[in-house]
Each structure stands twice: as structure tokens, then as C-alpha cells.
């Protein structure tokens, strides 16, 4: 019996100590006071954001590369310009987009053919849309993506604007010394003439023109130059999408059964434009006909079920297009094209 009397008088003064304890560990809580002191906050690091994506399409090995990440006024009037403002405001607001401001994408499109490493577009450069700091960053990006400048066989231009030619020249140099060069023939000529030397000298098209005699014309010796339905190699195809400038090209891509189209410039925003393919959009030479060719280009893109790459649609620039009300709706891509 004293051994029992013992056990319990043991068991009872452990229960009491083990209960004491746990009320100690709990006072500074209820003092609202940490029971250690507390290690100093992690420093915020910079955001950031991935600058190339890569995807195979049969046989074909597609790159998208970002040249640029600039927040700018609008989209109203690059897209709407014939609209009120306040028009353009709810479309954002419906879609959860900031109204008065946006980040286009621009963004070239490398394609490894297996026996042709082709670039479509070269970016701003140092005189394009969005110049350095901001813009220009392709050349800077080739090497973080598995490239350098002197690879590439063949350099495709979708039509002449600066932030798509600009980065052709670097501090007086070709930036792609080995490449020969591709563009629309109705292009080339359009800007070799004077007609938009007579332009705003503010205005885009007399930026683009001066950048066509400093950068494409003295290419010719290297250029090709076709027309809609010609091949750049097999499995790369021009398409007319005429109106946002005389001889501007989208280009169909197929290899071993999986198609993409790269429609460059047929969206400037991938809400607005697509939602309004009737809407003027400010860049557009021709209003008319860019109203035309978008409303072509995104039935055809949405009825075979293409997957897009966009030069102008957010990052990484690649998506679907289905319709949608009276329009048509961007769909961004997400693991499609890796199964």
C-alpha cells in the first residue's frame, strides 16, 4: 500500500509540474509577447518575369523571346480610335483589365526547322516602339535562351514598323551577320517609294520610313522577297493580313501534323481587338482593310482551332482564339502544346 501511495503521489506531482509548464510556455501569449525574439524580415527581392518560352510543334521547335515590358497609356486609341474613350473603359473594366492603361507584348518568334534556324521580326533595338531601357532586349535575350546572333539562317520581317525591324542593326552592325533576309514584296515596295517620307515627321510612318532606308533597303543584296501563298521553307507559308501596313504578312507553320499560326500584328490588344475586330485600330494604315483582315484571320484562327502566337498579346505570347458574342475571345495558352 506505500508503494502504491507513493506511485500516485509521483504521478500527481508530474501531472502538476508538466501542467505548469504548459501554463509558463503560454504566458507571453496572453502578454501578447512572442516567446523568442522574432529573426528580421526577409528582404522583398525584385519581381520577376520569365523572358523566353519554348514549345515543339511536330518537327519544329518554336521560341517566343520578349523584347519588351512597357506599361503605356491605353488601349484607347491604339485600339477603339474611332470609339469614345468611355467605350473602351468598360470593355477593360468588364474584363478585369486597369481602363487607361497597358502592357502589349512584343515579342519575335524563333523557329528551329531541324535545318534552318529562322527569327521572325527583330524586335525594337535602339529604335523601335519602346526603346532601351524598356524595349529592345532581343539581341540581350538570344544568348539566355540557347542562341547567339551569328546562328540564324534566315530572318523574316512581317512588315516594316520600327519595333519590328529595329533590332536589325546593332551600334552600327547586322545583328545577324549569316542570315539572309525574307519580307512581303507589296512591303518592300511600299516603303521604298517616297509616298510616307511626306508624312508627320512625328507620325509612325515616317519613322518607319526613315528605318527602312537605314536598316532594310541596304539589305537587298541578301533579301527575298514574296507573296502571300509563297513558302519561306517547307511548312512555312505567307498569308495576306494587308491594312495595318500595305504588304503586312501573317505566316501558317505546319510540321508532321501540328499547325501554328503567327499572325505578327493582327492584335494589338488581345481583349479589345478580338472582342471589336471592327474597331479602328491607330497603327493600321488602312482602317478598313485591318478591320478585314482581323476579322479573317481570327475566324480562320478560331474555326480550325489554331493555336496563335501574337506579337502584340501578353507574354509569352501564345494562345487560341474562340468566338465569343459578336466577336472572339483570346484564350492564353497553358500545357496544350506540351502533350
Known sequence: MAEEAKRRKFEITRRGALT???????????????????????????????????????DFEITTIMDARATIDGPWPIVGQDQPQEKVEALMRENLLPETRFRPGFTPTIVNTGKELILFDTGNGDNG?????????????????????????????????????????????????????????????FWRGDAALSADKESNDYKSAVLFRSHVAPLDPKLTRIEPGDSVVPGIEAVAAFGHTPGHLAFHLESNGKQLLLWADCAHHEVASLARPDWDAL??????????????????????????AGYHTSFPSVGFVEEHGSGYRWVPVTYQLDL
Open 283 to 308: 497603327f493600321d494604315m488602312d482602317k478598313a482593310q485591318g478591320a478585314e483582315t482581323r476579322r479573317r484571320i481570327y475566324a480562320m484562327a478560331a474555326r480550325e482551332r489554331l493555336p496563335v
Open 129 to 189: 516602339f519602346v526603346p532601351r531601357p524598356d524595349g529592345g532586349w532581343l539581341s540581350a535575350q538570344l544568348g539566355p535562351a540557347g542562341f547567339k546572333p551569328e546562328d540564324f539562317d534566315i530572318v523574316v520581317l512581317t512588315h516594316c514598323h520600327p519595333d519590328h525591324v529595329g533590332g536589325l542593326m546593332e551600334k552600327g552592325k547586322w545583328t545577324f551577320p549569316n542570315a539572309r533576309y525574307v519580307i512581303g514584296a507589296k512591303e518592300h515596295d
Open 20 to 58: 505548469a509548464a504548459a501554463g509558463a510556455a503560454l504566458l507571453p501569449f496572453a502578454a501578447g509577447l512572442p516567446i523568442r525574439q522574432a529573426r528580421g524580415a526577409a528582404p522583398y527581392l525584385e519581381p520577376a518575369y520569365p523572358t523566353h518560352y519554348r514549345f515543339r510543334l511536330g
